[in-house]
């Protein structure tokens, strides 16, 4: 599986403490070999999201992605719960 990762992806990512970035990593990863892992918790998305996807990237931690094609996935938004869906 192919990533792409927004230009706003990019930024909230840099701004988490290292530990919740490897937690990220981590998930990504998972994702990349089993996309249905229960630890993901992924879903589809509602409102301003709707057409996308979130991720559990443990914790309160979400990443909130785009299936563009099978093969394709860009990375849109990462952070909390209530930091992504005011």
Do not use: W
């Not at 290292?18 to 990504?28: E, G, S």
């Not at 892992?37 to 990237?57: D, I, Q, T, V």
Request: hydrophobic fraction near 35%; charged fraction near 20%.
């Amino acid at each position: 599986m192919n990533f792409r990762y927004h230009k706003n992806f990019k930024k909230q990512f840099l701004k988490l403490p290292k530990t919740k970035q490897t937690l990220c990593k981590q998930r990504i990863a998972l994702f990349a070999t089993n996309q249905d892992h229960p630890l993901l918790n992924r879903h589809s998305l509602k409102g301003a999201y709707k057409n996308y996807s979130s991720l559990s990237a443990g914790g309160d931690l979400r990443i909130i992605y785009y299936q563009v094609s099978s093969e394709e996935v860009e990375l849109v938004a990462v952070g909390s719960h209530s930091q992504l869906y005011k």
